[in-house]
T-cell receptor, first 115, second 114 residues
Framework: NAGVMQNPRHLVRRRGQEARLRCSPM?????VYWYRQLPEEGLKFMVY????????ESGMPKERFSAEFPKEGPSILRIQQVVRGDSAAYFC?????????????FGPGTRLTVL | DQQVKQNSPSLSVQEGRISILNCDYT??????FLWYKKYPAEGPTFLIS?????DKNEDGRFTVFLNKSAKHLSLHIVPSQPGDSAVYFC?????????????FGKGTKLSVKP
C-alpha cells in the first residue's frame, strides 16, 4: 500500500524559471493538501484540493503560485518565475474522502533550491 | 501571530525515561489535534491524535493529553528510545471552520541519549 508520493525529491531552479512539483495521494484518498516549510519553521498550509476543485487556497501567495488536482493524474503545484525566497521544502499530504477525517498523511517532500 | 506554539525548541532525555513534549494553542475553535514526528529530509509521520471531546488518547508508548480549559496539550513517550530522536510537531485543526488545513507549531527536537 504505497504512501503519498512526491517528485522530484530535489529540484534546482534559477531565478525566473518555473518549478513544477507533483504529488500522488495515497490510494483511495481524494483530498490533497500542500504545505511549505521554511528553515527552522513549522509547516505552513498553502492549498487544499479535491479532484478538479480548489477548496481552500487561503495560504497561497497571490502571485506566481497555482495548484491543480485533475480528474486523472497527480496534483501539481506550480511556481512561476521563482525567486530565492521560494527555496523551501514543499510537502503534500492526503486524506480519505470521509467528512470529518482530519488525519493527513504526508509525502517525503520536494526540496526546492533557487539559485 | 502563532495559533499553535511549541515553546521548547529542543528536549534531551535519557533512554528509558519519559519524554514530555508540550504544545499550547490560542484558537478555541480547534477541535482536533495531532502529533507528527519528522526525521531530517523526510516528510512528517503521523503519530497520534485526539479529538476535543476527549482528554486522553493512548497508543502504545505514546499518550496525548488535552486540557481544553488551559488550551494545552502534551505528548508523553514512555519509555523513550534512541529511535524516538526526531523533531515533533503539534498540529491543530478546526475542521468545520478551516476546511481541513492543519496549523502547525514550529516543532520540538527530541534527543534520546543511550
Amino acid at each position: 500500500n504505497a504512501g503519498v508520493m512526491q517528485n522530484p525529491r530535489h529540484l534546482v531552479r534559477r531565478r525566473g524559471q518555473e518549478a513544477r512539483l507533483r504529488c500522488s495521494p495515497m490510494k483511495g484518498h481524494s483530498h490533497v493538501y500542500w504545505y511549505r516549510q521554511l528553515p527552522e519553521e513549522g509547516l505552513k498550509f498553502m492549498v487544499y484540493l479535491q479532484k478538479e476543485n480548489i477548496i481552500d487556497e487561503s495560504g497561497m501567495p497571490k502571485e506566481r503560485f497555482s495548484a491543480e488536482f485533475p480528474k486523472e493524474g497527480p496534483s501539481i503545484l506550480r511556481i512561476q518565475q521563482v525567486v530565492r525566497g521560494d527555496s523551501a521544502a514543499y510537502f503534500c499530504a492526503s486524506s480519505p474522502p470521509r467528512a470529518g477525517t482530519d488525519t493527513q498523511y504526508f509525502g517525503p517532500g520536494t526540496r526546492l533550491t533557487v539559485l | 501571530d502563532q495559533q499553535v506554539k511549541q515553546n521548547s525548541p529542543s528536549l534531551s532525555v535519557q533512554e528509558g525515561r519519559i519524554s514530555i513534549l508540550n504544545c499550547d494553542y490560542t484558537n478555541s475553535m480547534f477541535d482536533y489535534f495531532l502529533w507528527y514526528k519528522k526525521y531530517p529530509a523526510e516528510g512528517p509521520t503521523f503519530l497520534i491524535s485526539i479529538s476535543s471531546i476527549k482528554d486522553k488518547n493512548e497508543d502504545g508508548r505514546f499518550t496525548v493529553f488535552l486540557n481544553k480549559s488551559a488550551k494545552h496539550l502534551s505528548l508523553h513517550i514512555v519509555p523513550s528510545q534512541p529511535g524516538d530522536s526526531a523533531v515533533y510537531f503539534c498540529a491543530a485543526s478546526g475542521y468545520r471552520g478551516s476546511q481541513g488545513n492543519l496549523i502547525f507549531g514550529k516543532g520540538t527536537k527530541l534527543s534520546v541519549k543511550p
